[in-house]
């Protein structure tokens, strides 16, 4: 393999790997500089892109080290260009740490860089807001991480002339993207959990945004610039809406009410953090300031580079938080927000449908999806998980989101998502090649006992992820915290509880005992030995020794196994009334 062209400090970060990313494509041979420890995090990431990484090298890197780690040591003289990603992006860091990488680090890279015979460029960088000299984030006792951002800019700038070295600073905005949760993440997350019940600043504040995908073309234009050496480059987007719009914006797409107060960024600052949930540190960035992109501009109308639409990037954003669960799990990238719907998985050729039950939410079909031998599409019921009250008829939701499918998928409904799947089947028999019920709660005698407990809605909001799990009788994990998380967010228990009272009403098991006698497709049900069928039915039924109520989730490899095995039954034409692996 030849040696690396391009070395990028940092490469494990949210900038700094999909930089990677970028130069791969483009053809270079890269060095990943990161901090021992992150090697796997960095190749896991670009597996999961497919990329392939014959002409990539990861080295590890202590940029706090004046010789930089094992990259000091690596025969490096044929780089042409550096990038330094490298840095610590937090509130709330100590003034030491916190200069120990943004400033010692960034001049240990320039003096590497300086011995490198070949170079041509280094690419360093840092934020939009060292273009304002006089503002409060640059005072180390406003924050840390600001405040040595700013000094490094100055020294590094000097030290550069004075070494010769073709320096580029890169100053973006607030870059967004998969991975991206820290400053404007934050507002976005309290937005979703009814904890922002006023902007800080006016109807001018601007946090201007920059897409993740634009900035990193932007970085590989900056090399190949003859005129770019000794220059800084303030990179945004300009139809950045204000602060209070990009809020609107977002709460209108997930479905939640925005703030419509707005308190002057002085006032909120004397006012107990305890109360606006914000600190100094982050108050400082929001400001009415407005920035000279000009220079950005130009490079990239030479290259031909054009900002995505800004309302795209910002809901594709937002999609992922909510999905991550704001950092806390990896996201699914089907998964998103349609007409306040929460949505995943296949949306035009599913073999299957899946309606989760309660207190779930579609995130307990995951692994059974994994598992299937057919794509899948997976949805919130209306009012419930991720998903907003839908105001039109009880259905009119699935029609919705079946309307675009193609074919005749086998829809599976859990527990009280077996309901809806019976009357869209039952209104759409052509549509459907047959249904599915995984423990479908009105043949199995009365209602649920939690939603009969007098505290029920207080009890479901204060659960953590660990008691709900053992409340249920489900493994913990990515299932019950996910409903955990969406039970704690205003409203969601409470139409929970309601969900799970009308239910477990006699009429409406009455009602879906006669939707599923004049069902005019094939049927079978799915249940666990521990919690049998209490009504006799004329369809086969697959019983799972040891499983409960959820057996999607004790025992997946079993029920996606009988999905796939009914499902090539639905599609002959002589089905058999038999139960598979019987």
């Known amino acids: 393999m030849s040696t690396p062209d391009t070395v990028v400090f940092g490469a494990a970060g949210f900038i700094g ?63 042409r260009d550096v990038y330094n990603c490298a840095a610590r992006f937090s509130f709330g860091l100590d003034p030491a740490a916190a200069r120990a990488v943004n400033l010692d680090g960034a001049l240990h890279v320039l003096r590497w860089s300086a011995g490198r015979p070949r170079l041509r460029r280094l690419v360093h960088i840092t934020g939009y807001r060292v273009t304002v000299p006089e ?81 990193v073309d932007f970085l590989t234009l900056l090399p190949r610039q003859p005129d770019s050496a000794g220059r800084s480059y303030t990179v945004l987007d300009p139809a950045s809406p204000p602060l209070p719009e990009l809020i609107g914006l ?29 600190d100094a ?58 007409r306040g719907l929460w ?29 299937l031998a057919a794509p899948t599409l997976a949805a919130d019921l209306p009012g419930l998980g991720r998903s907003a009250p839908q105001p039109a008829g009880p259905d009119r939701w699935l029609d919705d989101l079946l309307a675009p499918v193609a074919g005749r998928p086998v829809l599976v409904g859990h527990s009280l998502g077996c309901v809806p799947v019976l009357r869209y089947a039952a209104a ?23 939603a009969r407990t007098p505290i029920a809605t207080a009890l479901l909001r204060r659960l953590p992820p660990v008691r709900l799990a053992a409340l249920l009788g489900i493994p913990a994990g990515p299932a019950a915290e996910s409903a955990s998380a969406n039970l704690r967010r ?30 005019r497709v094939p049927v079978h049900l799915v249940t666990g030995s521990t919690d049998p069928l209490t009504t006799t039915v ?5 019983e799972i020794a040891g499983a409960g109520h959820y057996p999607h989730l004790t025992h997946p490899d079993q029920v996606a196994r009988i999905l796939d095995v009914v499902r090539k039954d639905f599609a002959d034409s002589t089905y058999r009334a038999t139960a598979p692996g019987r």
């Open 17 to 79: 790997r999909a930089l990677v990313a970028r130069l791969l494509q483009q053809g270079h041979t890269v060095a990943a500089a990161v901090r021992p420890g992150t090697e796997a995090r960095l190749l896991s990431w670009l597996d999961s892109r497919d990329l392939d990484r014959e002409r990539l090298t990861v080295l590890g890197c202590d940029i706090t080290d004046p010789d930089l780690g094992a990259l000091g040591a690596a025969p490096l003289d044929d780089v």
């Open 281 to 338: 540190e982050r108050l400082a960035f929001i400001a009415g300031d407005r920035y000279d992109t000009s220079a950005a501009d130009a490079v990239a109308a030479r290259a031909g580079l054009t900002h995505p639409l800004a309302e795209t990037v910002l809901r594709d954003w937002a999609d992922h938080l909510v999905s991550s669960r704001f950092g806390a799990t990896e996201a699914d990238p089907t998964a998103g927000f349609e």
């Open 428 to 450: 759409h028999p052509d549509r459907v090649a047959g249904v599915v019920l995984v423990a479908p709660a009105f043949l199995q005698g009365g209602g649920s006992r939690l």
């Open 250 to 278: 977002l709460a209108r797409h997930m479905h939640v009410r925005a703030p419509r107060l707005t308190l002057p960024v002085g006032l909120v600052a004397h006012l107990p953090r305890r109360l606006t949930g914000v």
């Open 538 to 542: 004329t369809a086969p039924v697959t």
């Open 343 to 371: 949505v995943c998985g296949e949306r035009h050729t599913p073999e299957y449908v899946l309606l989760h039950g309660l207190p779930t939410d579609s995130e307990a079909w995951r692994e059974v999806r994994g598992l």
């Open 135 to 215: 503002s409060a984030e640059h005072d180390y006792a406003v924050g840390a991480y600001g405040a040595s951002k700013f000094e490094a800019d100055a020294v590094l700038r000097e030290q550069a002339a004075a070494a010769a070295v073709p320096l580029t600073v890169a100053n973006p905005s607030t870059v967004i993207g998969p991975g991206q949760y820290i400053g404007l993440a934050e507002l976005v997350r309290d937005l979703w959990h009814g904890a922002l019940p006023a902007l800080p600043g006016d109807t001018e504040t601007l946090l201007p945004i920059l897409d993740l995908d634009y900035f």
């Open 490 to 519: 205003p409203g969601v228990a409470r139409r929970t509880v309601a969900a799970l009272r009308a239910a477990g009403r006699p009429d409406a098991h009455a009602s879906a005992r006669r939707l599923l006698d004049e069902l």
